[in-house]
C-alpha cells in the first residue's frame, strides 16, 4: 500500500511539475528563434515566474521588457526587465499606471514612438471598405450580366441536357457490351480496357456538363443574393463613419503595423468574404495596392460564354 501512494505521489506531483507556468514557458522557448527586437511584456498572477524563464531562456535575446504582476509575487529582480506589482483582479492605480508604462506613447517596451489615433485607424479601415464594396458591385453586376447571357440560352441547355444523358445512355450500353467481349476474347482485354476507359472519360465529361448546365442560374443568382447581403451590410456600416469594436471584430483579420526609419506602416487585412484586396498605407498615405478581380467564374463563366450547346 506504502509503494503506491509514494508512486501516486511522484506521478501527480511531476504533473504539477510539468504545468507550472515557468516550465511551459522553458519548453516553449527551446531553441525557438526571434528575428529583430525581443521585447517581453508579462501581465497576471504567473508573470513573474514566467518572465524570469523566458530571461533564463533566451538571456541576451531580449531587448527590454516589463512584468505586471499581483501585489507580493514579484519574488525580486529580473536583469534587463522592469517589474511592476499592482491590483488583481480587481486593477487600481497602480495596474492603470503600469499598463501606460508598457503601452504608453513613452512605452518601456519601446515597440515605437509613433501612435495611431482611432479616428484615423477607423478612416483607413473605412476607406478599405468602400473599396471593397465597390469590387463587390462590380461583381454583382458582372454576374447581372452573365446571367442577361444565360437566360437565352436556358432553352437551348434543356435540349442540350437530354441529349447528354441519351448519350451517357448509349456509352453505359456500348461498355456493356464491350465488358462482355472482353470476358470472352482475353487475349485482346488491353484493347478492350482502351476501349473502356475511352467510354467512362466520355461519360464523365457529359455528366460535368449535365450538372453545370442544371445549377448555372441557381448559382449564380445564389451568389448574386450573398453579394447583395453583403453590399448592404457594409453600406449600414459606411453610413455610420464610425466603427464599433463589434464591426471590427467582424472585418478585419488582422492589421500588421511595421516601423523603419521612423516611418509607421499599417497593413489592414480584411476578413473573407471582404477580403478582395490589401492596401498598405505610410503615414496614412497609400503606397501599395494588390487587387484581385477574381469574381469566382472560373468555372461558370466559360459555361456561359462558350458557344457549345448547339454542338454534338
Not at 73 to 92: F, K, L, Y
Not at 114 to 143: F, G, P, S
Not at 171 to 193: F, G, H, Q, S, T
Request: charged fraction near 35%.
Amino acid at each position: 500500500m506504502g509503494a503506491l501512494r509514494e508512486d501516486a505521489k511522484y506521478i501527480y506531483t511531476r504533473a504539477i511539475e510539468a504545468v507550472l507556468p515557468d516550465e511551459a514557458v522553458r519548453r516553449a522557448l527551446d531553441g525557438a528563434d526571434f528575428p529583430g527586437r525581443v521585447i517581453l511584456v508579462a501581465a497576471g498572477k504567473a508573470a513573474w515566474r514566467m518572465a524570469s524563464a523566458a530571461v533564463s531562456a533566451l538571456g541576451e535575446r531580449i531587448d527590454t521588457g516589463i512584468v505586471i504582476t499581483k501585489y507580493g509575487h514579484a519574488q525580486g529582480t529580473i536583469p534587463g526587465i522592469v517589474c511592476r506589482e499592482a491590483g488583481h483582479p480587481v486593477p487600481d492605480e497602480n495596474s492603470f499606471s503600469a499598463a501606460r508604462e508598457a503601452l504608453g506613447p513613452d512605452a518601456i517596451v519601446g515597440v515605437s514612438a509613433h501612435t495611431v489615433e482611432e479616428e484615423t485607424l477607423d478612416r483607413l479601415i473605412c476607406k478599405e471598405l468602400l473599396q471593397t464594396k465597390r469590387m463587390y458591385e462590380d461583381n454583382w453586376n458582372a454576374m447581372e450580366h452573365l446571367i442577361d447571357q444565360w437566360r437565352p440560352k436556358a432553352s437551348t441547355a434543356a435540349a442540350r441536357i437530354k441529349k447528354l444523358a441519351q448519350r451517357v445512355e448509349v456509352l453505359e450500353d456500348e461498355m456493356e457490351v464491350i465488358l462482355m467481349e472482353r470476358i470472352r476474347d482475353k487475349a485482346n482485354a488491353e484493347r478492350y480496357d482502351r476501349m473502356i476507359q475511352k467510354r467512362e472519360e466520355e461519360i464523365a465529361a457529359a455528366k460535368k456538363q449535365i450538372e453545370e448546365l442544371q445549377n448555372i442560374e441557381v448559382t449564380l443568382r445564389s451568389r448574386q443574393s450573398r453579394l447583395k447581403r453583403d453590399i448592404s451590410m457594409m453600406d449600414d456600416i459606411l453610413k455610420e463613419g464610425k466603427l464599433s469594436e463589434a464591426h471590427l471584430r467582424m472585418l478585419v483579420e488582422r492589421i500588421y503595423v511595421h516601423e523603419e526609419d521612423g516611418k509607421l506602416s499599417l497593413n489592414i487585412c480584411l476578413k473573407a468574404p471582404f477580403r478582395d484586396h490589401i492596401d498598405v498605407y505610410e503615414n496614412g498615405e497609400q503606397t501599395e495596392c494588390w487587387l484581385s478581380q477574381d469574381y469566382d467564374f472560373e468555372r461558370l463563366g466559360p459555361i456561359i460564354m462558350r458557344d457549345f450547346y448547339e454542338n454534338g
